[in-house]
């Protein structure tokens, strides 16, 4: 299977194949004008890994911008209950005059894996990224799974990805898939934890 790391161009947190990311074709860099084979919101890999993208990424803790990773938080989300949340410091919001029943949170996390994050491309989504977290730590995204190459019945969906992801021809398989309904599929890099999202078009 095709991976940026086969080509030497590493992403800590992107470990699918490339054609599951959301790049941009061969042409030339904005900032250096290199010629590139693959860029990265038209920018060459070397210029998009120092982080001269403006680019923002959605999570499961709210939206990241290259201002709030320097803060070392997302943008966040509405909580009714903060109390309930106990692996990660909140921050509210000040309160909208306008939704006074409504509070947001940020979340904080460590400035520097959220600028990693931001740092690695982002995956083809039917509805748009929702990147997830464990230990505190973005997960490595390792692919997007249609849901007709899994068994109706049998083992849950979650032991049937982890198969996917261990058999070394699951990319292929999934190439000739056409289903809408995609499982995004994640692993913890502290703990080796499984998890995924999935939404349709």
């Known amino acids: 299977m095709d991976t940026f ?41 070397s210029c998009f890994r120092n982080g001269l993208s403006n680019t923002v990424i959605d999570t499961e803790l709210g939206m990241v911008t290259a201002e709030l990773a320097e803060s070392g938080m997302t943008h966040g989300l509405p909580l009714s209950d903060p109390a ?32 990693e994050l931001l740092r690695t491309p982002k995956y083809h989504t039917w509805q748009g990224e929702r990147w997830l977290f464990c230990c505190k730590h973005p997960m490595v995204f390792r692919g997007s799974l249609p849901s007709d190459v899994f068994a109706a019945s049998g083992p849950t969906i979650e032991s049937q990805i982890r198969i996917f992801l261990e058999s070394p021809d699951w990319s292929r398989t999934v190439g000739d898939s056409h289903d809408s309904h995609t499982y995004y599929a994640f692993t913890c890099g502290s703990c080796g934890r499984l998890r995924y999202h999935e939404d349709c078009d």
């Not at 990311?21 to 250096?32: K, S």
């Not at 005059?97 to 409504?102: H, L, V």
């Open 5 to 45: 790391d086969n080509l030497q161009l590493p992403f800590a947190l992107f470990k699918a194949p490339i054609a599951h990311a959301a790049i941009d074709g061969a042409g030339e860099c904005i900032r250096c004008g290199s010629r590139s084979i693959f860029r990265f919101h038209d920018l060459c890999y």
């Open 84 to 115: 309930k949340i106990r692996d990660y410091k909140l921050t509210p919001h000040p309160v909208d005059p306008k939704f006074p029943d409504e509070t947001w949170f940020h979340f904080h996390a460590d400035p520097d894996l959220l600028k």
